[in-house]
């Protein structure tokens, strides 16, 4: 292609009526395939439960639950790290001395 063929396009693609119609045809396209979507989502839950394999919902849900025990932990070691050191903890030799 030469560059006058490229500016040509450019001026094609490159305004609001052209805006729009892509956006309409793509908002048609989209509305037509839901309920094929739906269906096949519907399927491949079927088939992943028959499998006894987990669904994109189930992974979803357990990273959200790793997420929030990731947070707690890192709460906990936070105040963990706050509290002030006892004396057999600031001397561990006296500790091992005393426990044996």
Known sequence: MHQEEYERIY????????????????DAWLTSSAPVRKAIESAMTQGLAQLNMPTRTDITSLAERLTH??????DLEAKLDERP???SEATPGKAEETSA
């Open 85 to 87: 050191r006892s004396e």
């Open 69 to 74: 025990i990731e947070m707690r932990l890192d």
């Open 11 to 26: 001026l094609i693609v490159n305004n609001d009526v052209y805006a729009q119609a892509s956006g309409a045809m793509l």
